[in-house]
């Protein structure tokens, strides 16, 4: 058993800072050379233990870190779409990760993103207040750990910092979690830790280098012991085509040994294994040497976890991104595993939903998961660009229900082929590269929707309306009758059915007419001539009388339960008077059974 180095993945918001967090150390590392320096891998830097120690001095002596942990594996691609494509069964592939936050900026969109991914995944991680040496004030002092370069700072910009990290501290709270400046933390298993530093100047990045040392040892070590004998386990990072080498995959080895000539079972985009042969293990040539040689790579015979690698194979070309690599052993099925897990990801889709679009098998894995956390049901999880055929089941889709011609797409283009398409259907499509910003706008879209619909329904409805005969304007008095009229409250529509103050039908409304024009409909105050079909005056109803718009049952229902308040005052008294009177008649008109 040995233990390998903790991955570490930056996360946080663009322009916070995580390239040139991951460059400061990296740059810092490599001019530690003395001490080992750092190890280049395909996708990936690792800086071992002795050289950080080198950096950090007599800090790290402070913090008790012992040799455990051989050193801290830096994921080269910073991002939370990098974060999610590094998966591994059952979570992400990242041990531990930074989430890097402008200290000027504060949170942002992508910030909270990566923290919910992070809440997800349930990895480990520690905040970043980046940028402190753009603090009005600041003094810098380059390298130096925060401690120092802090006491070194006036004490106003020593105030302005700290209530800069509060705000950090009330963010982080009201998104469930404890945390307080790292200095100040009691409790590191239960407190997330926040370090102030520049990524630009290295400032506090001693202490960022420190602390990670400091968690893997504390709570991972279990978690980093791996097999040095045991068939290797990875994650593909990407498939890329090399001049010389045909097509090739990177990936990170997280578990057991990878060697040359081994078998490997890797996913297909097709949803079936590919088992292929290990032609070559390689890894970047040191840059001194790549300047001598046309070559890029050095070639190796065997990697032990953790590690970043290229691998040259046969039959390389449709393994998708985020796939597995499993060496096959005699002890396992491998190829069954891998399409349980290929199960696990595709198949737990709705009959009826939405379509979910995504670069990646993690990327993929991370929308559904919290497209499933908001209810919200999915049709289908696919990898890859919008195409025409998505564009035709979702349109299907939509016919049967609005609100499931939706595609969200994370990371992905539409096909430039069906552009067109797309534009020609009644497919709406969500797309970008912040998870939760697309959700926030397929969210309201839906609630649009909604309320369209409702709006429609309501406007169908008939609602409560009433008005007077009035005296002395009899001009006929059937077929039809023809009377002088005040509309009384809400609004009379042709066509409509009219009771009296008994509860009887007098006939419906024929025609509304002013000044010889005809008026489809009128509101509360207008004067009309209205002929009344099938109404006789003095037998339906008498001159003076007050006569109602007579309001079906179910719809008297719809507007007690869902539409009440958007009655007018007036409105709203016409229905309980109406309601009055068709009790009259049958005591249980209008009220609920026990199913409704
Ligand atoms: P990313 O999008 O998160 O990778 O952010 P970058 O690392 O590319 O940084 C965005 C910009 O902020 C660049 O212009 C950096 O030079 C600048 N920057 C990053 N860190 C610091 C810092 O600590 N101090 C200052 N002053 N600028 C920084």
Known sequence: ????SPIVSVLGHVDHGKTTLLDYIRGSTIAAKEAGGITQHIGATEIPNDTIENICGDFISKLAI???????????????AAFTSLRKRGGALADLAVLILDVNDGFKPQTYEALNILKMYKTPFIVVANKIDRLFGWEVHEGASFRETFSNQAKSVQQDLDNKIYEIVGELHKEGFQSERFDRVSNFASQISIIPISAKTGEGVIEVLAMLLGLAQEYLTEQLEIDENAPAKGTVLEIKEETGLGVTLDAIIYDGVLRTNDEIALMLSSEDVLVTKIRSILRPLPLEEMRDSKKKFRKLDEVVAAAGIKVAAPHLDDVVSGSPLRVLSEDTDVEQEILNE??????????????VKADTIGSLEAVVKLLREMDIPIRAADIGDVNRRDIINSSIAYDENELHGAIIAFNVDVHPNSEEDLNNSEVKLFSGDVIYQILEEYEEWVKQKQEDKKKSFYDAIIKPAKFVSLPKLVFRQSKPAIIGIESLSGTLKQGQQLINKDGHVVGSIASMEDKGETLPDISRGQRVAMAIKDAIVGKDFEEGDELYVDIPEKHYKYIEREFKDK????????????????RKQDSDWGSFGLFE
């Open 1 to 4: 058993m040995k233990i390998r």
């Open 66 to 80: 012992k040799d455990l942990i051989p050193g801290l594996f830096f994921i080269d691609t910073p991002g939370h």
């Open 342 to 355: 290929i199960d696990n990801i595709t198949i737990d889709t709705e009959d009826e939903g939405i379509l």
């Open 567 to 582: 009655l007018t005052e007036d409105e709203f008294e016409t229905l309980y008077e109406f309601l009055e009177i068709k």
